[in-house]
C-alpha cells in the first residue's frame, strides 16, 4: 500500500456519528455496531453512504437484521484521538453490541511506537468493555508498505492479531485485502479507496461479522418483518 503520510495526516472533520438502521423495530433487539476508525471507515473523498458502515448496514436489511450502525470513522485519526474521541462515542450509544476497532495506520506513519498504538488499542478496548459488558469486539487489521523498517512492518502487522488474541476478540487480518495497491480499486491519490473499493472493504468485514451476527441472534431474534 502507498503511504499514507500526506493525504492522512490532514484531519478532515467527520462531523456527527452518522447512523444507518432499521424502521419500526424493538429497541431492546436491536443490534448496536459502531465503528470506530480513520479516513478508511469514514469513507474519505466519498459520501457517508459510500463507507463500509453504510454497506454494512445495506446487507443488514437486506437480511432482515434490526439494527443500528453508527459510523465514527475520522479521517486522520490516530489510536490517541480515538481514545480521546471513544467517550463521547460510548455514551452516545445505551447499548452497543459490536465495535469494529481500525485505527492504526497513521500513527505507523507517523512514527508512533508500537508499545504506544498497543497501549492505546487496548485502552479502548478496556473502556468500550467496562461502558458495554459483552459487547462483541473486532480488531481491522493493517499492513505497512515494505519500503519501511522490517522489524516494524513486522511488529505492526503482528500487533493487530495478537490484540485480537489477547482479548478474545474478532480479527479481521487485513482490512484493504484486495484494495490495497490496487489503482481500479483506490481514488486518485491512490490511497483512500474509492466506491467500489469500499464494497471490498464491507464484503472484508461481512465476513468476520456475520458469523457474530448470527451467533448474537440465535437465542433472541433480532430480525424485522
Do not use: C
Not at 39 to 60: D, F, H, N, V
Not at 126 to 148: E, F, K, N, W, Y
Amino acid at each position: 500500500m502507498v503511504s499514507l503520510l500526506g493525504v492522512l495526516l490532514a484531519a478532515v472533520a467527520a462531523g456527527p456519528f452518522p447512523t444507518a438502521h432499521a424502521a419500526k423495530r424493538d429497541a431492546s433487539k436491536v443490534i448496536t455496531i459502531v465503528a470506530l476508525g480513520d479516513s478508511l471507515t469514514a469513507g474519505y473523498g466519498l459520501s457517508r453512504k459510500q463507507a463500509y458502515p453504510a454497506l454494512i448496514a445495506e446487507k443488514m436489511r437486506s437480511a432482515g437484521y434490526a439494527f443500528e450502525v453508527a459510523n465514527a470513522g475520522w479521517s486522520g485519526d490516530t489510536t490517541a484521538g480515538g481514545l480521546r474521541r471513544l467517550p463521547e462515542i460510548l455514551h452516545a450509544h445505551k447499548k452497543i453490541d459490536v465495535f469494529i476497532l481500525e485505527l492504526g495506520i497513521n500513527d505507523a506513519f507517523r512514527g508512533v511506537s508500537i508499545e504506544q498504538m498497543r497501549s492505546n488499542l487496548q485502552a479502548i478496548i478496556d473502556q468500550t468493555r467496562a461502558r458495554h459488558p459483552g459487547v462483541a469486539i473486532i480488531v481491522a487489521g493493517m499492513q505497512l508498505p515494505l519500503s519501511s523498517s522490517d522489524d516494524y512492518v513486522s511488529a505492526f502487522g503482528g500487533m493487530f492479531g495478537a490484540l485480537a488474541e489477547k482479548n478474545r476478540a474478532a480479527l479481521i487480518p487485513y482490512l484493504l485485502e484486495g484494495v490495497g495497491g490496487n489503482p481500479k480499486l483506490n481514488q486518485m491519490d491512490r490511497v483512500h479507496p474509492n466506491a467500489e473499493g469500499q464494497r471490498v472493504l464491507a464484503e472484508n468485514v461481512w465476513r468476520v461479522l456475520e458469523p457474530i451476527l448470527q451467533k448474537a441472534t440465535a437465542s433472541s431474534p433480532a430480525h424485522v418483518d
